[in-house]
């Protein structure tokens, strides 16, 4: 489920007119529909998300406070978690794998600008989080992260690089405290 991991930047017009009409009825349908269901209902939001582009395995776990900013940016493998209020700002990919947990509050951004442009284009730099991560509360993951199987990313820590596997990062920046005993 990983997309490829390269930079694009995007000049002038960012985004198509359809991508701009897909994006509202998104946001229509997110506040009338997902945003407002009962906690319980993950396959309903995981419905919702499917027809409008996502790749989302039927036992991910999605909460109805957490924003998604377009669905077809986004795949999820089996048994991962995309926790309350977490805010998936995908105009970038964003892929996690098996096993996933991004807790709540956290704040994933696939996405930035070129600030040695004076147009500021906006670069897309998809992110990919591999089987067995955990993002704790409130973390941040970057524009074109990888975080390798089995890290856990601290709360509030700030992580924009590729992690090793079975390790632990925390701090802003963050950095890697010791390693995870790997469980598999």
Same mark, same amino acid.
């Given at each position: ?10 000049? *002038?017009?960012?985004? @198509? ?50 924003k ?6 986004? +795949?999820?493998?089996? &048994? ?33 600008? &070129? ?9 897309l ?5 591999a089987?067995?991560?955990?993002? *704790?509360? &409130? ?11 089995? @890290? ?7 992580? +924009?690089?590729?992690?090793?596997p079975? @390790? ?10 010791? &390693? ?5």
């Amino acid at each position: 489920m990983n997309f490829p991991n390269e930079k694009k930047t995007l000049h *002038c017009s960012v985004f @198509s007119l359809e991508n701009k009409l897909v994006r509202l009825a998104w946001n229509v349908v997110y506040l009338l529909f997902f945003r407002f269901s009962p906690v319980s209902m993950f396959s309903w939001r995981r419905m919702l998300l499917i027809w409008f582009g996502a790749k989302i395995h039927s036992s991910a776990r999605i909460y109805p406070s957490a924003k998604i900013w377009i669905p077809s940016n986004l +795949s999820m493998g089996k &048994d991962s978690t995309i926790g309350p209020a977490v805010n998936v700002y995908n105009q970038g990919r964003i892929s996690l794998d098996e096993r996933v947990i991004v807790s709540q509050y956290s704040h994933i951004c696939a996405s930035t600008h &070129d600030y040695n442009d004076p147009l500021h284009p906006l670069i897309l730099a998809p992110i990919t989080i591999a089987n067995d991560v955990w993002v *704790c509360a &409130d973390a941040f993951v970057g524009p074109g992260s990888h975080l390798s199987e089995g @890290s856990v990313i601290g709360a509030r820590a700030v992580i +924009s690089k590729k992690t090793e596997p079975w @390790s632990i990062y925390a701090g802003n920046p963050a950095k890697k405290i010791k &390693d995870r005993r790997n469980f598999l």
